[in-house]
């Protein structure tokens, strides 16, 4: 599984790169604070409800959750789902907002 780091990341977005962002959180964690991801909750790629990304099945996704561990337990099930380039943001949004929010 491939990882990146929330400075990588941020650096990526800052420079403009257009990246599929997926947050793996439940919904009330994505509408308290979110940057700007696709939301697709643990439960649901659990059980291999993953239509609203499909079309991503050959594209770089990064995964991002509160703290790395469900993005983690994501990116392996979509890696068994045949998604190609799943990336895991470790430290999730515990870290981002640790070095980011002001």
Request: aromatic share 6%.
């Amino acid at each position: 599984m491939k990882t990146i780091d929330v400075q990588t990341l941020q650096q990526k977005i800052a420079a403009g790169e257009v990246l599929n962002l997926v947050d793996v959180r439940e919904p009330s964690e994505h509408s308290d604070f979110n940057i700007g991801g696709i939301l697709l909750p643990l439960g649901e790629i659990r059980v291999g409800d993953t239509e609203t990304i499909e079309h991503l099945k050959d594209a770089e996704i990064f995964l991002y959750c509160r703290s790395g561990n469900r993005s983690g337990q994501a990116a392996m099930v979509l890696e068994s789902l045949g998604f190609t380039n799943v990336v895991n943001v470790t430290g999730g949004m515990l870290s981002w907002r640790e070095h980011f929010d002001q």
